[in-house]
């Protein structure tokens, strides 16, 4: 795999606004105000952001190498593509199988559905990474 | 290269994937005693109500053309000689240089004092269509056995209005993943939404007459259309019976999923594997052992020297709307450490057993967010004496583990290395 955001924590001071931007991004509307304050349900952001003592960081996809989440899925719906680790919607019934089989935590429960960093494949580089205000976030591409 | 592949599971799927990894052109083989595609049992309850098989597919239907597989689909296998290396089917028989034997498991049926009628079962796709046809227009349906299968098809038969007796030998249901807690709130989940429980219950004998059932126990009367045993599966090793292929609870196989017998691999349900957390040999049947050990096999079948990760038991399951997910050992002995914690009202539940400063064990009920993070805990056999507490009281969290062990983690899994 070859696509990867990383945190660095020595440099993430905890703002929250990687949350912000992926929350906006993947809204109906993709504005700032309708997608908090207006649309029906908050859409949810793609980044776990976590904090210890002065530790902190955000935790996304990492794109394994031999990804736990597809051998573990019920359903054959995880997949690798285009160097992406992808969900099937429609084939995922919401086993949970990968929440339980990621050693990130990275995947996160929707209506009977699991989501995931998608690496905003229509983006030249992830918003959360293009939005950093310390640059604590970097996208690898190698 | 000429492989077989018996079986057409999750292990059989993942043995594909594995060869196919190393060896593009080798010849692969699959026979299968089932008339349809590799599906997926855990999903199997939803046929039931309103699925269909197309709508489990495991993989999609050009999965074995894509990857160069002849598939013989509804063919059983009589008998193998391992040593000319022949695979003898009804009417044919095929030389092979690989074999990987994924035949599965099948459905323990009991006999039942005085009952002569048929006793329904629910671990294949055969199975699972003439029991939906059976209970058309059949109200009472009884199920022996309150493991994951008779729970989870008594939740189903539920859903469509059926009335379900749940008959348990044990005092609370799903009692092998060893947390009488999780037993305990399940018992009760299941009541309120109207199953009938019968608990700590054998049922002695039947009496049949045209319209009805009566299952008699030592607890009284049950009346039903329809029985459905549920205790459990076994190893499929009929074939191999009477042959040198080393067999206890299932094939015996090592850490690259070798038999005893040359060039003769085994993965999935039908196999005891180790465990390393019980430190012994026991059958695991779910799914990510499956597919991880066809996995395997596979690619020690196209000649690399791959060793499997860690095994021990680990599901995830949802019971009506209780969401559970258990990993590893749940039933301490006497000088493991647990931490448990049990909000009746918010219905959360979060238990760990620690052994000897490592975490060998987990079980979440209601909050099951992040819950791979303790499964890579288990699994990397990372000493937690210094975290446990954080690890307990906050919500799980990748930043509770030392930043230096945090790097060799993410280190390992993006460049695959162990």
Redesign the interface.
Known sequence: ?KR?IICD?DYCIGCRLCEVHCTVKHSKSGDILLAYKYENEKEPSRM?F???NI???S?VC?????P?CI??C???AIKIEDETVKIDTERC?????????????A???GDKKAFKCDHCFDEAIPICVANCPNKALSYEVD | MKYIILGNGPAAIGAIEGIRNYDSKGEIILISKENCIAYSKPQLYSIIKDKTIDDIYYRDEDFYKINKVSIILDKSVNSIDFKNKLVFLKDDNIQYDKLLIATGAKANIPEIKGFNGEIFSFTNINEALKLKEIIYGKDKIAILGGGLIGVKLSEYLNKIGKEVSLIVSSSGVLSSLGDEKISEILNKVLVKNGVKLYLSTKVIETKKDSKKIELKSDKGSVICDVIVSCKGVKPEIAPFENTNLLTDHGIKVDDHMRTNLEDVFAAGDVTEVYNHIDDKYCNIPILPNAFNGGYCAGLNMAGKDHKIDTIYPMNSLQIFDVQIITMGLLKPSEHDEVLSFYDENKRIYKKLVIRNGKLVGAALLGEIDRAGILNNIIRSNIDISEIKNELFNDKINFYVIPRSIREIIVKSYTEGIK
């Open positions: 795999m990867r924590e776990e976590e904090q210890k530790s902190c960081g935790i990492m794109n394994c190498k031999d736990l051998k573990a019920s359903m054959g019934v919401g086993c949970w199988m990968c929440i339980m089989v990621c050693p990130f935590g995947i996160k429960r």
